[in-house]
């Protein structure tokens, strides 16, 4: 495992718990969830961004994101809801990595990591967005089409 | 005024100054201001017949030459003991020599410098020192007087010391005696902790407040020094006052401060290489400023932004990046523009900020790195702001689908019932910044078959609803009627929100709990319509009509919200105004009352004793 992504499991849990206890203000859909469903959806979130850093795989970390959007989408989250709080996540974690390792070398890059990681999962989010946004304007011109058809 | 630079080797800035008051002739206050010995001292001389500046000038001399001849011979602490004593032999024997001068002698607060970060501090008499450290102002000395002995030992009430006739008589003085109790005290020093030397002519006729105002303000030490005399001098100035100031270093200026200063500065000197880079990437030939000159189009997107990072970069905000990519998609994907080209201009923006992060990063390696997680948070932000857009425009395409979905539908239906109303166009505020206001929502048509899969949704949301949940039931039950009824106006929206406002009052428990019971019902209802069995036609309505019912609770309870607080805001503007009406009369009370103190001031005989004032030894 490289030494950042190493850094970054020990410091997941302290992340996971500043998360916890912020969750009200870093995203009201966050603050509604209790205690136990909001571990479990900021924990797997956050041991998917181990999983990124340690491999790089930006296809697995779409297909993550593609998942995750649909979850929050059947529980009527909007997809900028859930960009916010994944950018929120994100840089709740680069604010500890940045606090645990004020003065580090290691503790610097590993925050710049994750800032860099929070911005490849927004741009990957306003791609899954784009793609389904463009998928709909497919679908209404089909049966625009098909109602001028039949009218 | 006496000023110093800054000390060298510790990296202390001391100033100091003194003035003779407003009332007396002479200054009876000495000074000591020694930086290549770190050696500060104030001394308030007492005893008629002007003896009183001859003791604290004998103590000043003796105190600052015994330091310069024995610093090698004793530890600093030793030191600052031997050499206070010294400076009370010396006065004593003064006196003794010349009938005249019986009885003089004189305070002594005194600071010696050990490094940057440790100091001695030594004391006798009534002249104190403080310590400025947080914000917070505390006395790290204790006065040598009767009436504080007295309250030591448990003779006498703290409040019975303010007014107690003898609350100036000293219990300890340089001079009376040959020799005396000096009090030390050890202080580390943390970075930017001010201490303050001073006699009582500075906090008999200062508040604490205005001190610790003053001596927290950040002005230069001599600014503050002058300043704090002045503050005395307003207060009356019925004594000599005396003041120094020394500063500690202050701590490294933190990443936040660096990047706001240094790396802001250092991002808009690299403009340039920012516009180049943009231009060689293609910035020019990118279909959002396709008719543009490239000239323009560089000015409008890419300095646009490099300028709107700078701002943030200055401001430690995310507000100006948020705007320009706003500014940049909107019109874009108003035009019916694709994402891709957004895309691709923003990885060209992207690739010229790290151009320029590279190149800070060669001149200065950690503003650089500090610089790279800044504009990659800035990114972020750009992020965040356009995938607002992109959010907005799906939810406007899922609104487009939904109609013409049901249109299809009505068509193929052809239904003949009076009672499918499309209702009056509802007006949509979204409360999310991103969305476009003012977008309308047509009314839902009502069937037979729709207002059963209404009830069937309620009955499963219900269901689904936690039994404490009461607030969000009573929702629900709401969004039934409004949906069932359907004629289109507002009446039963208000009739409903009427009720609910009435379970939770806005003054013992806010709004809030109201507006996240509708904002649960909402959720629920959007999963339990599917799980009512019916028609997609048909759920897509019931869907529409649960919706257009949410929409009108929600303004409904909203006009009620406003309509409750209106008498609370007209209450609020009459006791703001009656606020600022009483500053008014304070601000004209205080005025009188300096002017009266002025006259009083002068009218002060200056030949008077000085009297409340003695040299007993206790």
Redesign the interface.
């Known amino acids: 495992m490289p030494p950042l992504a190493r850094a970054y499991e020990a410091l997941r849990p302290k992340i996971l718990q500043r998360l916890l206890e912020l969750r009200s203000t870093l995203d009201p859909s966050l603050g509604r969830l209790d205690e136990a469903t909001a571990r479990s959806q900021m924990g797997a979130v956050l041991e998917h961004l181990g999983n990124f850093i340690a491999t790089g795989d930006v296809g697995l970390h779409r297909a993550f994101l593609h998942t995750f959007l649909a979850m929050r989408a059947a529980e009527a989250q909007s997809p900028a809801s859930v960009l916010a709080m994944l950018v929120a996540i994100g840089d709740t974690a680069a604010q500890v990595a940045q606090e645990a390792g004020a003065g580090t070398t290691e503790g610097a890059e590993l925050t710049l990591l994750l800032t860099r990681v929070t911005a490849s999962t927004a741009r990957l989010l306003n791609d899954l967005i784009a793609d389904e946004l463009a998928r709909r304007k497919q679908s209404w011109g089909d049966m625009a089409s098909a109602k001028r058809g039949s009218s | 005024m006496n000023q110093v630079t800054p000390t060298p080797p510790t990296g202390i800035r001391v100033a100091g100054d003194t003035n003779v008051g407003k009332v007396r002739d002479t200054n009876e206050d000495s000074l000591i201001l020694e930086p290549a010995r770190g050696l500060y001292a104030v001394l308030d001389g007492m005893g008629g017949a002007n003896a009183g500046d001859i003791a604290s000038q004998t103590a000043r001399d003796a105190i600052r030459d015994f330091v310069i001849q024995k610093r090698l011979a004793f530890s600093p602490k030793q030191l600052l003991e031997a050499a206070i004593l010294a400076g009370s032999r010396a006065v004593f024997e003064s006196a003794q020599a010349n009938r005249e001068r019986h009885g003089m002698g004189t305070t002594c607060v005194a600071v010696l410098v050990v490094d940057k970060s440790h100091v001695i501090v030594g004391h006798v008499g009534d002249s104190r020192c403080y310590l400025l450290r947080g914000g917070r102002l505390q006395t790290l000395t204790r006065d040598h007087t009767i009436v504080e002995e007295l309250v030591d030992r448990g003779l006498l009430a703290a409040d019975e010391a303010e007014r107690h006739p003898y609350k100036n008589v000293l219990s300890r003085n340089l001079g009376s005696r040959p020799d005396t109790k000096v009090d030390l005290l050890e202080l580390e020093l943390k970075p930017g902790d001010r201490l303050l030397l001073c006699s009582d002519g500075l906090y008999g006729y200062a508040s604490a407040e205005g001190i610790q105002y003053i001596l927290g303000s950040g002005d230069e030490p001599q600014h503050v020094a002058r300043d704090l005399i002045e503050l005395a001098l307003r207060g009356g100035g019925g004594d000599n006052v005396t003041t120094i100031i020394l500063e500690a270093p202050a701590a490294p200026p933190s990443t936040t401060q660096l990047v706001r200063t240094n790396g802001a500065m250092a991002w808009w000197q690299k403009r340039q290489t920012f516009l180049i880079v943009a231009k060689d990437r293609g910035l020019t030939r990118n279909p959002i400023v396709r008719g543009l000159d490239p000239k323009d189009a560089l000015d409008v997107v890419a300095l646009s932004l490099c300028q709107a990072v700078f701002h943030d970069l200055e401001k430690s905000t995310g507000v100006n990046v948020w705007t320009f990519a706003q500014n940049l998609a909107s019109g874009w994907f108003e035009r019916g523009g694709e994402?891709?080209a957004v895309?691709s201009m923003?990885d060209i923006l992207g690739t010229a900020s790290r151009a320029v992060v590279d190149e800070i990063k060669v001149a200065d390696g950690k503003l650089g790195?500090l610089l790279?997680?800044a504009v990659?948070?800035a990114?972020?932000v750009a992020?965040?702001a356009?995938?607002?857009l992109?959010?907005?425009?799906?939810?406007q395409?899922?609104t487009?689908?939904i109609q013409?979905?049901t249109?299809?539908h009505e068509?193929?239906d052809a239904p003949t019932d009076d009672t499918l109303d499309t209702g009056e166009r509802f007006v949509d505020r979204p409360t999310?910044p991103?969305l476009r206001p003012d977008r309308p929502v047509t009314g839902a048509g009502v069937t037979a078959e729709v207002i059963d899969g209404i009830t069937k949704t309620i009955t499963i949301a219900r269901a689904r609803t936690s039994p404490r949940a009461e607030l969000v039931k009573e929702v629900l039950t709401a969004l039934d009627a409004i949906a069932s009824e359907g004629s289109g106006n507002f009446a039963t929206a208000v009739l409903s929100a009427r009720e609910l406002y009435g379970v939770r009052s806005v003054d013992e428990q806010g709004i809030m709990p109201l507006f996240?019971a509708l904002?649960?019902a909402?959720?629920v209802i959007?999963?339990a319509v599917h799980q009512i069995q019916t028609t997609e036609s048909n759920r897509a309505k019931v869907l529409r009509a649960l919706s257009v019912a949410h929409q009108r609770l929600v303004s409904a309870m909203t006009g009620l919200v406003l309509e409750a607080v209106a008498p609370f805001s007209e209450r609020l503007r009459e006791i703001q105004q009656t606020t600022s009406d009483l500053r008014d009369e304070v601000a004209s009370a205080e005025r009188r009352r300096a002017e009266l103190e002025r006259r009083f001031a002068t009218n002060i005989d200056p030949s008077l004793p000085w009297g409340s004032r003695g040299t007993t030894e206790w």
Request: net charge negative.
């Open positions: 994402w891709s895309r923003m790195f790279d997680v990659s948070r990114l972020v992020e965040l356009l995938g607002g992109l959010a907005e425009r799906l939810r395409v899922d487009d689908l013409l979905h249109a299809m068509t193929v999310i991103f996240d904002d649960q909402r959720i959007a999963s």
